[in-house]
């Protein structure tokens, strides 16, 4: 069975901090891909980053980067400097036939 | 605009009429997807085809039936609605698999939800 934690309900920070979102996930699989996608206020479900299993590199894009450990099974999203348009809900996903998803992070940004 | 579209984007009805979702992808993916987000936020699949062929079929009660007329489409059809069908139903499509398999790792992209409200 597959699962995805992210312990975090809800996150406020203010304009300009870092902020870094959990994902831990379970898997028998020894081939798997991670996701992360964002759903701002306005619904739609906005795909950020695919990693797969046998790619332990972080990866940085802009103010957004992702670090990826086998060993903690864990899949961490860090913002840098956070802006107020962050604002949303992001979620962990975990593919095999389809997504698994995790509960979700909402995070709040203010100004 | 290249895209998968849902239609409609609000449907609010009484409990037990019959509605159904319409979902579209011009995207040239094989797989396409039916999720549904409830009022905690919970994304759960619910039915995925592969080329018109049903590949996923959580438990999902019978009222459901997904319909794929061609790898295009995916039509979601709701019989007798109950109040707990109310929630944000997302269709996905996907890129094909390595080796033709019917699965794939890539991503999902998804349309922009469809609401229901059951009164």
């Known amino acids: 069975a597959q699962k995805v934690t992210q312990a975090q309900t809800e996150i406020s920070v203010v304009e300009k901090e870092d902020v870094t979102l959990d994902c831990v996930y379970e898997?028998?699989?020894?081939?798997?891909?991670l996701f992360w996608y964002k759903q701002p206020p306005s619904g739609e479900l906005v795909f950020l980053i695919r990693?797969?299993?046998?790619?332990?590199q972080n990866e940085i894009s802009g103010r957004y980067s992702w670090n990826f450990q086998k060993s903690t099974s864990s899949f961490n999203f860090t913002i840098t400097a956070s802006q107020v348009v962050d604002s949303a809900v992001y979620f962990c996903?975990?593919?095999?036939?389809?997504?698994?998803f995790g509960s979700g992070t909402r995070l709040q940004v203010q100004p | 605009d290249t895209a998968v579209s849902q239609t409609p984007k609000y449907l609010v009805t009484q409990m037990g009429n019959d509605k159904s979702i319409k979902c579209e992808q011009n995207l040239g993916h094989d797989t396409m997807y039916w999720y549904k987000q409830d009022s905690k936020k919970f994304l759960k699949i619910m039915f995925s085809?592969?080329?018109?062929?049903?590949?996923i079929n959580e438990t999902v009660p019978n009222r459901f039936s997904p319909k794929s007329p061609d790898k295009a489409h995916l039509n979601l059809h709701i019989n007798s609605l109950e109040l707990g069908d109310s929630a944000v139903y997302f269709c996905?499509?996907?890129?094909?698999?390595?080796?033709?398999?019917?699965?794939?790792?890539?991503?999902?992209?998804f349309g922009p939800g469809t609401r229901l409200t059951v009164l």
């Open positions: 898997t028998r699989d020894t081939t798997y891909y």
């Open positions: 996903a975990l593919r095999r036939r389809a997504l698994t």
């Open positions: 996905a499509s996907s890129p094909p698999g390595l080796a033709g398999r019917k699965d794939s790792y890539n991503e999902q992209f």
């Open positions: 085809y592969n080329n018109k062929e049903l590949i």
């Open positions: 990693r797969n299993s046998f790619d332990e």
